[in-house]
């Protein structure tokens, strides 16, 4: 299956197989990277993946004038079992150790971005509202639990339960909910920045409107946070918002790293961590 891939993709894009570095980190594509990401293939794990609606809002997001790097579309199959893509340049946050000058000047750029994006009406998208969100969140939870149970007692399960189940979907609910064009999964390795420091996002696979609180929640450096919601202007209810949806994260999430390096599991059990001893 690799070789015949690695094939498609050098035909396509007349780079030798032996040039071409195969990439088995996604959860639904196997990936083929070209010259640090100048260009990337996707190929489906599963066949009920589609990567018709990515085009679709790569084409879209590239009409706008968003002012970052974005990926564009580049080869496409009839059967849509794969899609090639010209790529974003650079590194990724989650693989920089950021400084604080980092987080001002990227946490801007971004902030803008969202600002932008969220005023974007885009008529074709899906919305999924808060509920529905909760909903999704509590069933990942209840997969999630075999793994929590390896680092946490039953107490503190318990109160992750109390926390899943009532506590923060009654808070959000009161909340009250502003929904917007969102990217849908703007976590730091969906953000890149190249070597003149301007950011480029990748990955609108997931675009949707949601609460425009989403965007946030999967930003796991806190002080960056800080810096994306100061240049988004963000009021006290999204800060809020934005609170309870990164403390929920980690433990609905960390079921989906069960089989990752511990050191990935162990960031999730931190944050979890810290939650359960300021609410001791």
Not at 35 to 40: K, T
């Amino acid at each position: 299956m690799i070789n015949e891939e690695l094939q498609i993709v050098s035909n396509l894009t007349g780079v030798a197989p032996e040039k071409i570095k195969f990439s088995d980190d996604g959860f639904l594509s196997r990936g083929y990277v070209i010259g640090s990401g100048r260009i990337v293939f996707k190929f489906k794990r599963n066949p009920d993946v589609s990567y018709k609606n990515e085009i679709k809002m790569l084409n879209f997001v590239n009409s706008l004038n968003l002012n970052v790097n974005l990926q564009k579309v580049g080869w496409t199959s009839e059967d849509d079992s794969y899609l090639g893509i010209y790529g974003v340049i650079g590194r990724s946050l989650e693989s920089i150790e950021l400084t604080d000058d980092d987080r001002k000047n990227y946490g801007k750029q971004i902030g803008s971005f969202l600002q932008k994006l969220h005023s974007v009406e885009y008529q074709d998208a899906e919305k999924l509202s808060v509920n529905e969100e909760i909903q999704a969140w509590q069933e990942r939870f209840e997969k999630s639990k075999d793994s929590l149970s390896h680092y946490f007692k039953d107490e503190e399960i318990e109160k992750m339960n109390n926390f899943v189940y009532f506590t923060a979907p009654a808070r959000l609910s009161s909340l009250g909910e502003n929904m917007v064009f969102s990217h849908g999964d703007l976590g730091m390795g969906n953000i890149f920045v190249d070597d003149n420091g301007k950011i480029g996002i990748i990955d609108f696979s997931e675009s949707i409107y949601l609460d425009e609180a989403a965007d946030f929640m999967d930003i796991e450096d806190d002080e960056l946070c800080k810096e994306i919601l100061g240049s988004y202007n963000a009021d006290d209810i999204l800060k809020e918002k934005v609170v309870i949806r990164r403390t929920f994260r980690p433990m609905f999430v960390i079921g989906t790293y069960s089989n990752r390096p511990e050191n990935e599991i162990m960031r999730f059990v931190n944050k979890i961590g810290e939650w359960l001893n300021q609410n001791n």
